[in-house]
C-alpha cells in the first residue's frame, strides 16, 4: 500500500485548503481511511477517518463542522478539505490506511506541512 499526500501550504487566519493523499491500487477500498497531524512538539493526533466505501465518517473534536473527509474510489484518492483555518491548526497532516477491525492505522503516507498565520 502506497499513500502520497499533497496540497499542504502556507494560509491566513480563515482561510481553506484541500489536501488530497493518493493511494495505491484498491486501498480505498480495502481499508478504512484517515488523516492525522503532528504539531511542532507534539503527538500525531486523529484529526479525521472514513470507513471504506465512505459510507460513515467521524472527526476529531477540534475540526468538526470545519473539515470535512472524503474519498473518490475511481481515481483512489482521499481528500480532507478544511475550512476556516486557525493557527492551531498548523502541523504536518498524514493519511493513513486503517485496519478494518479497529481502525487503528495500519499504513502511514509521507505527511504535507499545513501553516496558518494569524
Known amino acids: 500500500v502506497q499513500l502520497q499526500a499533497s496540497g499542504g501550504g502556507s494560509v491566513q487566519t480563515g482561510d481553506s485548503l484541500r489536501l488530497s493523499c493518493a493511494t495505491s491500487?484498491?486501498?480505498?477500498?480495502?481499508?478504512?481511511m484517515g488523516w492525522f497531524r503532528q504539531a511542532p512538539g507534539k503527538e500525531r493526533e486523529f484529526v479525521a477517518q472514513i470507513a471504506r466505501g465512505g459510507h460513515s465518517h467521524h472527526y476529531a473534536k477540534s475540526v468538526a463542522g470545519r473539515f470535512t473527509i472524503s474519498g473518490d474510489a475511481a481515481s483512489h484518492t482521499i481528500y480532507l478539505q478544511m475550512n476556516s483555518l486557525k493557527p492551531e491548526d498548523t502541523a504536518v497532516h498524514y493519511c493513513?490506511?486503517?485496519?478494518?477491525?479497529?481502525?487503528?492505522?495500519?499504513?502511514w503516507g509521507q505527511g504535507t506541512l499545513v501553516t496558518v498565520s494569524s
Open positions: 493513513a490506511a486503517l485496519r478494518t477491525t479497529d481502525w487503528s492505522p495500519l499504513y
Open positions: 491500487g484498491r486501498t480505498f477500498s480495502d481499508y478504512n
